[in-house]
């Protein structure tokens, strides 16, 4: 059984950081492009921020650019997201998402999710 399990969230005042972590299990990690998502209330869910499976590769929004850092350490198999300077806007409730592509098969997992909080 997959399972994704986020910690890491919660209040912060704006230009607070925060460092938010995705432990996965049930599955072959690095065989797989972590991502996270955010998802604020009234909004679709949007694509924060991607790494590759070995992690030589990231990819951001450009609403979190220079501000956030994505990495993963694969003897852990964990992700993690550093997010720093946040801002209201930055609040939302962010999930850890693991993804593997194998010609035409897909897996595809999400975690439940931590609901970041950015207020004075």
């Known amino acids: 059984q997959v399972q994704l399990v986020e910690s890491g969230g919660g209040l912060v005042q704006p230009g607070g950081s925060l460092r938010l972590s995705c432990a996965a299990s049930g599955l072959t990690f690095n065989r797989y492009t972590m991502s996270w998502y955010r998802q604020a209330p009234g909004k679709e869910r949007e694509l924060v921020a991607t790494i590759t499976s070995v992690g030589d590769s990231t990819n951001y929004a450009d609403s979190v650019k220079g501000r956030f850092t994505i990495s993963r350490d694969n003897a852990k198999n964990t992700v993690y997201l550093q997010m720093n300077s946040l801002k209201p806007e930055d609040t939302a409730v962010y999930y850890c998402?693991?993804?593997?592509?194998?010609?035409?098969?897909?897996?595809?997992?999400w975690g439940q999710g931590t609901q970041v909080t950015v207020s004075s």
């Open positions: 998402n693991a993804d593997m592509r194998r010609g035409v098969l897909k897996y595809n997992y």
